[in-house]
């Protein structure tokens, strides 16, 4: 980032590079416009660094491994089938790398600037961007906000070692024994059968009368 007293301009500005922001952000500059996009994370959002990607790769890593162990009625016999945990979560890190690489190079290849930092407005048509050293001033015609959302931390459960957001739960170190999920929508369904499938004793705590609650039933 540039530090610099003249306040860059451009036509569209994209607060927020997840799935929402990035796409967007291309298209506008497939139109003609100068676009800057500004995010303080990873380029990807939650869904490719810590949502639906991660989530979807221990999902399969788990289902491998049930496969491996459960598959002597078709008359495969695996013996002695056991997880290397880390190796799952570092070929989980690759998967992620190799997907935020690309939004990246697309990104670029549509001439979109992207900048690393928080997105401070001024006004309506200005906004600061700041990240821990540096800050630059940007006037834009036209703002996408495309932050997208975080978890809400309970007041009975705050944050822990042990008491963990879905984040802390794609990136564990070792496979836990037991398992509580508090909430039975699609990201707690998700990794608790994820983790159940590596093994662990999994219960899942839902206030209302269904899990998955938003989906139609079949």
Not at 5 to 27: C, K, M, N, S, W
Not at 98 to 125: C, M, R
Not at 136 to 144: A, E, L, R, V
Request: overall charge negative; hydrophobic content about 40%.
């Amino acid at each position: 980032m540039v530090v610099g007293d003249f306040p860059e301009e451009v036509d569209t500005l994209v607060v927020g590079a997840g799935p929402g922001g990035y796409v967007a952000a291309i298209r506008a500059a497939q139109m003609g416009q100068k676009v800057t996009i500004v995010d303080k994370g990873n380029l990807g959002g939650v869904c490719l660094n810590v949502g639906c990607i991660p989530s979807k790769a221990l999902i399969s890593a788990g289902h491998r491994y049930e496969h491996a162990k459960d598959s002597e009625e078709m008359g495969i016999v695996a013996e002695n089938v056991s997880v290397n945990f880390d190796k799952t979560q570092e070929w989980k890190g690759k998967i992620v790398n190799k997907l935020t690489g690309g939004v990246e190079s697309l990104l670029k290849a549509n001439k979109v600037d992207i900048v690393k930092g928080e997105a401070y407005f001024v006004d309506q048509n200005t906004v600061k961007i700041m990240d821990e050293k540096n800050s630059q001033t940007y006037k834009f015609n036209n703002c996408i906000i495309a932050t997208g959302s975080r978890t809400i931390e309970l007041k009975p459960f705050p944050y822990s070692d042990r008491v963990l957001d879905s984040t802390g739960a794609i990136n564990l170190k070792e496979i836990p024994e037991k398992l509580v999920v508090i909430g039975g929508g699609y990201i707690g369904t998700e990794l608790g059968g994820a983790y159940a499938s590596f093994g662990s004793e999994v219960t899942i705590l839902e206030g209302t009368k269904d899990v998955l609650g938003g989906f139609e039933k079949v």
